[in-house]
């Protein structure tokens, strides 16, 4: 339990008590940033009121992809089982947007239903009308995996003819709705299809201002040659850098994402380290949750206090009685104006303003005369909550993360690669050797032996100066020589005899070889005179 009291009483008579971080978002959210929502219409241009689902909901992850690159697949090879409605084909077989969520029995809930639920986090999808309610629907089922973590399975994006078919509502808009209320955007690519579709791209311009939740997959790449798949990353890499226009290169994730044999296993290394990598990632999203909900929430209030100020702007320009509509139009086509004679005036960085081509269009449909104008209580209080109450929920975010149990997806396949020999560098590295009978220092042991007695040995030992001489010949940083001297002085007595000179340079050759090094010495790599015989 934690809690924190509001000191501030000229605000309030009662101090705020907040049991839990969810908690704490969601009354400084309705008593806070909503009243500035609804004052300035906020809702009708950007983005629907939240609820309280919205922050006691698991986290959620999107998946995103042309059609048949292993979207569906993706899920059944996380989860382990099959799901309710699921379809699998080469062709464009997910028609939907199915939810996989967790549930006490197997069963699907269709899309009308599931947004008059109070309880799940898609009541406001309403809005987008029955067209995509008949696509969507929940898959529910009792999984290991589901109890921390829900996923989105999205229809495949079409490419060529298909992609002018219209579907009947707006799907660029749909996805952004997910990806505001996401942890996590996986976009999938096939390594026979790297061709970006006009709705694929137009699909990724839609979760601008999303980039940090985005990852991306290259799947399938089994199925081409070493040569091939160099080719297939660099052009992936240099579409993707056409249409994410951010400075940091986006993180690709390389390898077969199914539980098939590797058809070309020449890469299986490096794909095992990629998916260790993305399930890391993934397993991450629990104990990040609360943080992210509050980034989420920060976010939404930068952009809130901005469009309160260009709602207000545009109030102050329009004339009492004659002429609103001429000036209506004037300055919805000078609204760039507008945005920098803010930015000026308040110290807003540009890039906390909304898309401007997307503002001009929305804002011909508005009735200017309807618009207040500026309410700086509102604005007040907004700012006091940035930057003294999220400044204390952030506190509590650490404070949750250190009490609570270690939270990680288990289950299904974050299972298989934990523990036992087919987890990640097993038997690898400073693991070699870990379920051998003999020292496995020993084969190697003669070699290191005619060295150690070349260094002039006294009762047995050479001095740390000694031992310096023949380290540094391995050209590594005396950073890691000197972790290197700490794990292989077991005894501490600042001196090494021959089974410590011997594991010394045996971890050398472990860091030449690419490999890391443990935090502490391995049972195994002790040596046999140092271990303690119970």
Request: glycine share 6%; net charge neutral; with cysteine.
């Amino acid at each position: 339990m934690f809690s924190w009291v509001s000191k501030d009483a000229r605000r309030k008579k009662e101090p705020e008590l907040f049991q839990t971080v969810a908690e704490g978002l969601r009354q400084l959210y309705a008593q806070k940033l909503l009243p500035l929502e609804e004052h300035y219409r906020f809702h009708e241009f950007h983005s629907p009121a939240l609820e309280d689902a919205d922050f006691d909901n698991k986290p959620m992850v999107l998946l995103v992809g042309q059609y048949s690159t292993g979207k569906t697949t993706f899920i059944r090879h996380l989860i382990e089982q099959d799901f309710p409605g699921m379809r699998i084909g080469p062709e464009p077989t997910t028609d939907s947007f199915i939810a996989v969520m967790h549930g006490p029995t197997e069963g699907v809930v269709p899309g009308n239903a599931l947004v008059v639920d109070p309880r799940r986090p898609f009541r406001k999808l309403n809005a987008f009308g029955n067209a995509f309610l008949n696509r969507f629907m929940c898959a529910q089922l009792p999984n290991p995996v589901l109890d921390s973590i829900s996923i989105i399975d999205t229809p495949g994006i079409l490419s060529g003819e298909k992609q002018r078919i219209s579907r009947g509502y707006d799907f660029a808009a749909v996805l952004e709705w997910f990806a505001e209320r996401v942890d996590r955007i996986i976009l999938l690519f096939d390594a026979h299809k790297l061709d970006i579709s006009d709705e694929f791209s137009e699909v990724i311009k839609a979760l601008k201002n999303h980039e940090d939740k985005i990852r991306v997959v290259l799947n399938k790449a089994d199925q081409i040659e070493t040569q091939q798949l160099m080719r297939v990353y660099g052009a992936l890499m240099w579409s993707l850098g056409k249409i994410i226009n951010t400075p940091e290169v986006v993180r690709v994730y390389i390898g077969s994402f199914w539980s098939h044999p590797l058809l070309i296993p020449d890469n299986r290394k490096l794909f095992e380290a990629e998916e260790q990598d993305l399930f890391k990632d993934i397993q991450s999203l629990p104990r990040n949750a609360a943080l992210r909900k509050l980034n989420d929430l920060i976010k939404r209030a930068r952009l809130a206090k901005v469009h309160a100020y260009i709602i207000s702007s545009l109030k102050k320009e329009m004339p009492n009685v004659f002429g609103k509509e001429s000036k209506k139009k004037e300055l919805v086509n000078n609204l760039g104006e507008i945005y920098q004679k803010i930015e000026r005036e308040h110290q807003i960085s540009p890039g906390d303003f909304p898309s401007l081509r997307k503002m001009q269009e929305l804002l011909q449909t508005q009735d200017f005369s309807k618009f207040q104008a500026l309410k700086p209580k509102l604005l007040d209080t907004v700012d006091d909550m940035l930057a003294n109450d999220i400044a204390r929920l952030m506190v509590m975010v650490r404070q949750e993360e250190s009490l609570m149990p270690s939270q990680a997806v288990k289950g299904g396949a974050f299972d298989g690669t934990m523990n036992g020999p087919f987890g990640h560098g097993y038997g690898e590295g400073a693991g070699e050797g870990i379920d051998d009978v003999e020292w496995v220092v020993g084969k190697d042991k003669p070699t290191y032996d005619e060295i150690f007695y070349t260094l002039s040995p006294v009762n047995g030992k050479i001095t740390g100066a000694n031992a310096k001489k023949e380290m540094v010949k391995s050209k590594l940083p005396n950073t890691v020589l000197g972790k290197i001297w700490k794990l292989a002085d077991v005894d501490k007595d600042g001196l090494l005899d021959d089974e410590e000179f011997a594991l010394a340079n045996h971890l050398i050759k472990v860091k030449l070889e690419g490999h890391e090094l443990p935090a502490d010495l391995p049972p195994h790599l002790i040596p046999p005179s140092k271990r303690r015989h119970e």
